[in-house]
């Protein structure tokens, strides 16, 4: 089904959800930052001070308004509909106009002062454009989207951070090395169809905008910029036609509050010309808001990455969790039902999505998303000097706070770290057989608190422990069994006469056990043998 919900429409859902508040009276736009970051809700700024148009953050700040953007009644449903837009995706369709040029401004009339684009982190450069879908053209792969943020310099320049290795950076150095301009357009305020699309890395000459319209279930709506020859998104709020200038990585930009929950530190980038400034009339500037803001939709990329390198190498996957703990960026925790090997092969596959830094592959029967269920495993199934993977020189991300300083425009290397929390193979499974208590199906503490009484169970005197200890016998001599099974099945006696029968059993030297624990008779087929026979 196509979704046709615009930016405004999903304000508006989010409002009629309680998950918006309408803020109208008078914000400094210093003050936004912060009061986003107190509030459970997305807010809406009505009066900025010295602004004519009014701000909105937050609105996919939680998983919850996430969740709700995307049209999910579960976040792992996210994942799904991406892989479904993945799978096919809805080339964009072109409109010849659209009301983000009711008003315009160029050339020398351009004037980012007059946007309330705010400042956030404490130690930022300077204010932040950060929800710019940004669409690109090279003259021979065509289109590219993505997110990238823009610090503004001057009333017509800002800076453009591509340190990271992606297809945005490649254009850019296309464009540097000719010795032209690259021209991007940058859509501000739009759905987060069209923000989780541009999200997605894309393999080179693929239309993100059609993954968009892949998870609308329909086209996304594209118009032509004036000054430059790229598309913007028809629903836009705000456009900024511009060109990233052949300046080379040369120009300070930064620092950051980045998705690191972190500040990041001042990289070497581009500048950018912006050409034109286009708005509705009644224009909302959307100020995406770092670092959650920035997570709940990024994950989700990875989760489909991930899982298609695994189904690649022919691992079949049981769950994934791409970590908050590592930023939704670094770490993954993947279980899967393995096969000899493939614990290693999982690991290799895993390791070459993306950013992707540390990876754990764990056996089926643990859970990823219990991180004492993960140590557990690790500290359970590893063997450091076989299980762990260590990968040098591998592509990093010039976030990564761990890694030494590099020159400008140099994309540092980093070491890429697998570890295989699967039992290995060899192992005997019975190592493996967690704890688990008799009774647990029938006996609750809740019935007992509130007066539940057990019966008695016959008592017996030594004659009939002696009889009883030959029925246990006739009993473990056809099959071997666990002293709980033997208690449950002669429940009909008080415990004590089970357990002196079993002693009885145990002194005339017929109980024995076998490999796995269980009781049996002392030279039967099922016996242990004894270390050294």
Same mark, same amino acid.
């Given at each position: 089904?196509?979704?046709?919900?615009?930016?405004?429409?999903?304000?508006?859902?989010?409002?009629?959800?309680?998950?918006?508040?309408?803020?109208?009276?008078?914000?400094?736009?210093?003050?936004?930052?912060?009061?986003?970051?107190?509030?459970? +809700?997305?807010?809406?700024?009505?009066?900025?001070?010295?602004?004519?148009?009014?701000?909105?953050?937050?609105?996919?700040?939680?998983?919850?308004?996430?969740?709700?953007?995307?049209?999910?009644?579960?976040?792992?449903?996210?994942?799904?509909?991406?892989?479904?837009?993945?799978?096919?995706?809805?080339?964009?369709?072109?409109?010849?106009?659209?009301?983000?040029?009711? /008003?315009?401004?160029?050339?020398?009339?351009?004037?980012?002062?007059?946007?309330? @684009?705010?400042?956030?982190?404490?130690?930022?450069?300077?204010?932040?454009?950060?929800?710019?879908?940004?669409?690109?053209?090279?003259?021979? &792969?065509?289109?590219?989207?993505?997110?990238?943020?823009?610090?503004?310099?001057?009333?017509?320049?800002?800076? @453009?951070?591509?340190?990271?290795?992606?297809?945005?950076? %490649?254009?850019?150095?296309?464009?540097?090395?000719?010795?032209?301009?690259?021209?991007?357009?940058?859509?501000?305020?739009?759905?987060?169809?069209?923000?989780?699309?541009?999200?997605?890395?894309?393999?080179?000459?693929?239309?993100?905008?059609?993954?968009?319209?892949?998870?609308?279930?329909?086209?996304?709506?594209?118009?032509?910029?004036?000054?430059?020859?790229?598309?913007?998104?028809?629903?836009?709020?705000?456009?900024?036609?511009?060109?990233?200038?052949?300046?080379?990585?040369?120009?300070?930009?930064?620092?950051?509050?980045?998705?690191?929950?972190?500040?990041?530190?001042?990289?070497?980038?581009?500048?950018?010309?912006?050409?034109?400034?286009?708005?509705?009339?009644?224009?909302?500037?959307?100020?995406?808001?770092?670092?959650?803001?920035?997570?709940?939709?990024?994950?989700?990329?990875?989760?489909?990455?991930?899982?298609?390198?695994?189904?690649?190498?022919?691992?079949?996957?049981?769950?994934?969790?791409?970590?908050?703990?590592?930023?939704?960026?670094?770490?993954?925790?993947?279980?899967?039902?393995?096969?000899?090997?493939?614990?290693?092969?999982?690991?290799?596959?895993?390791?070459?999505?993306?950013?992707?830094?540390?990876?754990?592959? /764990?056996?089926?029967?643990?859970?990823?998303?219990?991180?004492?269920? /993960?140590?557990?495993?690790?500290?359970?199934?590893?063997?450091?000097? +076989?299980? @762990?993977?260590?990968?040098?020189?591998?592509?990093?991300?010039?976030?990564?706070?761990?890694?030494?300083?590099?020159?400008?425009?140099?994309?540092?290397?980093?070491? +890429? /770290?697998?570890?295989?929390?699967?039992?290995?193979?060899?192992?005997?499974?019975?190592?493996?057989?967690?704890?688990?208590?008799?009774?647990?199906?029938?006996?609750?503490?809740?019935?007992?608190?509130?007066?539940?009484?057990?019966?008695?169970?016959? %008592?017996?005197?030594?004659?009939?422990?002696? +009889?009883?200890?030959?029925?246990?016998?006739?009993?473990?001599?056809?099959?071997?069994?666990? &002293?709980?099974?033997?208690?449950?099945?002669?429940?009909? &006696?008080?415990?004590?006469?089970?357990?002196?029968?079993?002693?009885?059993?145990?002194?005339?030297?017929?109980?024995?056990?076998?490999?796995?624990?269980?009781?049996?008779?002392?030279?039967?087929?099922?016996?242990?043998?004894?270390?050294?026979?």
């Amino acid at each position: 089904m196509h979704d046709t919900e615009t930016f405004r429409g999903f304000l508006d859902r989010l409002r009629s959800a309680g998950e918006l508040i309408d803020l109208h009276q008078a914000v400094d736009i210093r003050h936004i930052a912060t009061l986003v970051d107190q509030s459970d +809700k997305a807010l809406f700024f009505h009066n900025v001070i010295g602004y004519d148009v009014p701000v909105v953050s937050g609105i996919i700040r939680t998983q919850k308004r996430a969740m709700m953007s995307l049209g999910a009644d579960q976040y792992s449903q996210i994942e799904a509909k991406l892989k479904g837009a993945i799978d096919a995706p809805v080339p964009p369709v072109t409109l010849n106009s659209s009301p983000t040029h009711e /008003v315009t401004m160029s050339g020398d009339e351009v004037d980012l002062y007059k946007l309330p @684009i705010p400042m956030s982190s404490i130690y930022d450069g300077g204010p932040m454009i950060t929800a710019g879908v940004v669409i690109a053209r090279d003259p021979e &792969y065509g289109l590219n989207s993505g997110i990238y943020r823009f610090i503004v310099k001057e009333k017509n320049l800002t800076g @453009i951070d591509i340190v990271t290795p992606n297809n945005m950076r %490649l254009f850019a150095q296309r464009a540097f090395e000719a010795g032209r301009p690259c021209p991007i357009s940058i859509s501000i305020g739009t759905h987060p169809y069209e923000i989780m699309g541009s999200g997605f890395r894309a393999p080179l000459g693929v239309d993100e905008m059609a993954i968009a319209g892949g998870l609308r279930g329909g086209p996304v709506q594209l118009a032509p910029c004036q000054t430059i020859d790229v598309p913007y998104i028809a629903d836009a709020e705000i456009v900024l036609e511009a060109e990233i200038l052949p300046t080379g990585w040369v120009w300070p930009e930064g620092r950051f509050g980045e998705f690191t929950r972190l500040m990041g530190g001042l990289h070497w980038n581009p500048i950018v010309r912006i050409k034109s400034v286009s708005m509705r009339k009644d224009a909302i500037y959307y100020a995406l808001h770092m670092p959650w803001e920035n997570t709940w939709l990024a994950a989700p990329t990875r989760y489909a990455a991930i899982r298609q390198a695994l189904k690649t190498a022919g691992v079949v996957v049981k769950d994934i969790n791409v970590t908050l703990g590592g930023c939704a960026f670094w770490h993954a925790v993947i279980s899967i039902k393995k096969q000899p090997g493939e614990g290693k092969n999982a690991l290799l596959a895993a390791l070459s999505v993306m950013d992707l830094k540390h990876v754990v592959v /764990v056996d089926d029967d643990i859970d990823v998303f219990n991180p004492t269920d /993960v140590e557990w495993a690790i500290a359970t199934r590893v063997q450091g000097d +076989k299980d @762990i993977m260590i990968v040098t020189g591998a592509r990093g991300k010039p976030l990564d706070p761990s890694l030494p300083p590099t020159p400008p425009g140099v994309v540092p290397t980093t070491a +890429k /770290v697998g570890i295989d929390a699967t039992i290995s193979e060899g192992i005997p499974k019975e190592r493996y057989e967690r704890i688990a208590y008799a009774y647990a199906d029938t006996a609750k503490i809740g019935d007992y608190a509130s007066g539940k009484t057990d019966p008695a169970g016959a %008592l017996g005197n030594e004659d009939e422990v002696v +009889k009883l200890a030959e029925a246990i016998a006739a009993m473990i001599g056809e099959t071997p069994r666990y &002293y709980t099974d033997v208690a449950e099945a002669f429940s009909s &006696y008080a415990f004590p006469v089970v357990a002196r029968a079993l002693g009885h059993l145990h002194a005339t030297e017929r109980l024995w056990q076998d490999p796995r624990g269980r009781m049996c008779l002392r030279g039967s087929a099922f016996a242990a043998k004894p270390p050294g026979q």
